[in-house]
C-alpha cells in the first residue's frame, strides 16, 4: 500500500521558517519524483516545488523561489521541503503527491493527506 505521511506542519510568524518532510513507503521510492503541492482556502491546488529521482533536477514555483528548498534522502525514503521567510500568502495545507514518473514535470499521481501550515503576519 501506497503510503506518503507528511509532518512539520504548523503556526509560524512571518519571516519564520519551517522544515516539512514526508516519509513514504509501500513503493520503490528510487523509481519516483516527489513533489509538495498547497491548497488555500478558496483557492486551487498548486504546484509549489518537485524533485526528479535519478538526477535530483528541481523545479519551484516561482512564488517560492529563493525562499523554499527541497530535497530528497533515497536511503530514508524521505523528501523534505525547507521554507524559510514566509509569509502569510505562504498559508495553505502543502501536500506530498508521488509523480507519475521519474523527473520534475511529469503529472501528479498519488496524494498525501497533507499539514497545516498556517503563517501570522
Request: charged share 20%; glycine share 12%; with cysteine.
Amino acid at each position: 500500500e501506497v503510503q506518503l505521511v507528511e509532518s512539520g506542519g504548523g503556526l509560524v510568524q512571518a519571516g519564520g521558517s519551517l522544515r516539512l518532510s514526508c516519509a513514504a513507503s509501500g513503493f520503490t521510492f528510487d523509481d519516483y519524483a516527489i513533489g509538495w503541492f498547497r491548497q488555500a482556502p478558496g483557492k486551487d491546488r498548486e504546484g509549489v516545488s518537485c524533485i526528479s529521482s535519478s538526477d535530483g533536477s528541481t523545479y519551484y514555483a516561482d512564488s517560492v523561489k529563493g525562499r523554499f528548498t527541497i530535497s530528497r534522502d533515497n536511503a530514508k525514503n524521505t523528501v523534505y521541503l525547507q521554507m524559510n521567510s514566509l509569509k502569510p500568502k505562504d498559508t495553505a495545507v502543502y501536500y506530498c503527491v508521488r509523480l507519475t514518473g521519474r523527473y520534475w514535470y511529469f503529472p501528479p499521481g498519488y496524494w498525501g493527506q497533507g499539514t497545516q501550515v498556517t503563517v501570522s503576519s
